[in-house]
């Protein structure tokens, strides 16, 4: 007990420390801003800047605070796990959408072939839970799961289930399948269709499980695989070289409050039955309906009712693939943010742990952050129409004055927001890999610099133009436009001319329309503006070219080195099923016992 409570003293005061140095950063931001303009006369304009620059800057700050802490220790297993006989029933969960039937089963086969190399006689089962619309794929997926279940012997182990209805989408299915087959199984591990886990890994994660029977869901960290275009392998790269210190941190602050991200996980379906039952959100789509990004809302619960929620950073093995172009990042990252605004309706809930509804207010924060910036900006160029004459229009017949304080305070903004928040915590990642020799593993100590380096750039050019995408979702939101639910492009994503164009004029006229108004009402900021402006009016040969295959040699992940031997069978299993063979076993019906009417 005496234990416990230190433990949970040292995480109090953690996140006591981190919000404290969150925020004195942005009141430090606030008040070096105001002391520039103290020299020529604050008005309430630069008031508003001001506070512009402090919720933006104590967003940036939790952000690099998470990746300093993270710095602080190393990921290492849990204490008390050993390799004891494991005596639960495990079903490994791939809720598919109009996917690629081939690719997607594809991967449960090469984890189970993974499973069975090890040779544990754990009871492990696989279910495809479609909620596929179109009847062609279907079909598909009925074919290819004869296949894989022939070539692995996996009658009475694989199971196929299509839904009339993808009532819930995602979350639905997953509800579905704990409704009535969830009681026959401990435990469950929850994928999506591009997901890949090593045999072992999955082993690992149901002995942890085992190990504490609190452990309502262990989520684990998934590395980016297989990507091939400039903005794929730049996500990847940052996937398994950056997040990981950043996930420490999170895990660390966190505690046993931890993170739900919907795949990669496992939860104890006792726990989710009991407590992750979804209601349908009062009112129409967006904010009212089903429940979208229910991974967080799923977690909290599981908290809520005295679970817990544990990110096990330290797990190896743990694979995803990424949008291959900026168009396909802007449509998930469309339908995120409609389901993290959605968390307005319920952040509010009663009996959830405190931690949990902070965690909602950031993932909030995470689509309204561009907003604040995109404002700030705005209102400094727009100054000069925003004050009263006499402050701003002191020589008669000039319409366009200087503002000394406006040049400072944007290189203030910057210096602190982009170098200090953004670029320094990568930098201290790279020193710190280079020092401890892991920079081997992504190529050496040159060639992370020299990663580093070209992933700082590319996020430079692409992040005004992500913002862009972002507050255009925002605003769809607040305007009630429901995004749906799109299919993901899990294609080569390859945009070509027309396409780029069609997705991004409206940036490009953004961009201009910003610079020339900065041109003509604050000439000072026009220089400071351009590393904004400039990649909004290509974005186009943003797009385009990012979504072209990169050739080079940096980005270079561990995974690709030495691929792991769960991506080796996934390669293999998809090469030999590149011609779809029919098989004579029928495909067999997910009906399994209703055991103590378990509901969800």
């Known amino acids: 007990m005496g234990s416990s409570r230190r433990t949970l003293a040292v995480l109090y005061s953690l996140r006591s420390v981190m919000i404290l140095a969150s925020l004195l950063a942005g009141l430090g931001a606030f008040i070096l801003f105001l002391e520039f303009g103290e020299a020529t006369g604050l008005t309430w304009i630069d008031v508003f800047r001001a506070v512009l620059i402090l919720i933006s800057t104590m967003w940036l700050a939790w952000g690099a605070m998470l990746a300093f802490v993270g710095m602080t220790s190393r ?42 190399e090890i040779g544990d006689p754990a009871e492990i089962h696989f279910a495809i839970l479609s909620d596929t619309r179109d009847e062609a794929i279907a079909a598909q997926e009925r074919a290819v799961f004869r296949r894989m279940v022939e070539e692995c012997n996996g009658v009475g182990r694989f199971f196929y289930r299509r839904r009339e209805k993808n009532t819930g989408k995602k979350a639905g299915n997953i509800q579905d399948f704990i409704m009535t087959s969830g009681a026959a199984y401990d435990y469950a591990v929850i994928l999506d269709a591009d997901s890949l886990m090593e045999g072992e890994t999955i082993l690992t994660m149901i002995r942890r499980m085992e190990a504490e029977p609190q452990l309502g869901l ?240 590319l996020s430079s050019l692409t992040a005004p133009v992500l913002m862009m995408f972002t507050i255009r979702s925002v605003l769809e939101v607040l305007m009630r436009r429901d995004g749906g639910w799109p299919t993901n492009n899990r294609g080569d994503g390859i945009l070509q001319w027309p396409e780029a164009v069609a997705a991004s004029w409206w940036i490009i006229v953004a961009g201009c329309i910003g610079l020339f108004a900065a041109w003509f009402l604050t000439p000072e900021l026009f220089l400071w503006l351009l590393p904004v402006g400039v990649p909004m009016i290509l974005a186009p040969a943003l797009l385009r070219w990012g979504s072209l295959p990169s050739r080079g040699q940096l980005m270079i992940t561990p995974a690709e080195q030495a691929p792991g031997r769960v991506i080796q069978l996934y390669d293999a299993v998809l090469t030999r099923w590149g011609v779809d063979a029919q098989s004579s076993i029928p495909v067999v019906p997910l009906r399994l016992p209703e055991k103590d009417g378990l509901k969800a």
């Open 75 to 116: 990921a290492r297993p849990p204490d008390g796990v050993d390799d004891a006989p494991i005596r639960g029933r495990t079903c490994i969960l791939m809720p598919v959408y109009n996917e690629n039937p081939r690719e997607s089963f594809s991967r449960i086969a090469a984890m189970e072939t993974s499973l069975r």
């Open 218 to 457: 262990l989520q684990t960290l998934p590395k980016i695989i297989r990507a091939e275009s400039h903005f794929g392998r730049a996500m990847q790269f940052s996937a398994s070289f950056f997040s990981p210190v950043f996930a420490r941190g999170l895990a660390m602050v966190q505690g046993r409050t931890g993170p739900f991200w919907g795949h990669n996980a496992i939860v104890n379906v006792r726990a989710f039955a009991q407590s992750c039952g979804l209601p349908e959100l009062k009112g129409a789509p967006p904010f009212g309906g089903h429940v979208m990004s229910h991974d967080y809302v799923e977690a909290a619960l599981l908290a809520r009712n005295g679970w817990i929620v544990r990110l096990d950073d330290d797990l190896e093995g743990s694979f995803e693939e990424g949008p291959e172009n900026i168009v396909d990042h802007a449509k998930r990252d469309r339908r995120w943010c409609q389901g993290n605004l959605q968390h307005l309706r319920i952040i509010g809930a009663p009996g959830l742990k405190p931690w949990s509804r902070f965690v909602f207010a950031q993932g909030v924060m995470a689509f309204i952050a561009p907003l604040f910036w995109m404002g700030f900006i705005a209102a400094s160029i727009a100054a000069p129409l925003l004050v009263t004459p006499p402050d701003y229009f002191p020589v008669p017949g000039w319409p366009f004055p200087q503002f000394p304080q406006s040049a400072a305070s944007m290189a203030i903004s910057l210096a602190i927001g982009i170098f200090g928040l953004l670029f320094l915590p990568k930098l201290l990642v790279t020193a710190r890999a280079i020092l401890s020799g892991e920079a081997r593993r992504f190529g050496g100590p040159v060639r992370v610099v020299l990663s580093t380096l070209w992933e700082l750039l």
